[in-house]
């Protein structure tokens, strides 16, 4: 996830000049649960020269993260 971020602000911060980008992260849930919480993260970002990354990424702490929702840890 780090590393599609780090190329978002690199191409708004200079390494592309003039680049305008529009990122999108969506979360998508495996049930309607009151303590759910996201197993896939899709991240993308379009920028107006041709930038286009994209990363779908598995949620790695999703149990462990519900299991603390469930306690009222989190």
């Known amino acids: 996830m780090r590393d599609l971020e780090l190329q978002i602000r ?3 911060l200079g390494d592309r000049p003039g680049e305008i980008v529009q990122y999108s992260v969506y979360l998508e ?3 309607d649960e009151k303590i759910s919480v996201p197993k896939w ?3 993308e ?3 107006n020269r ?3 990354p994209t990363a779908d ?3 790695p702490d ?3 993260q519900q299991i603390r929702r469930r306690d009222g840890i989190e």
């Open 50 to 52: 041709g930038f286009h």
């Open 29 to 31: 849930y495996t049930d």
């Open 45 to 47: 970002a379009d920028g």
């Open 10 to 12: 690199d191409a708004v």
């Open 57 to 59: 990424l598995e949620n």
């Open 62 to 64: 999703r149990a462990a």
């Open 41 to 43: 993260i899709t991240m």
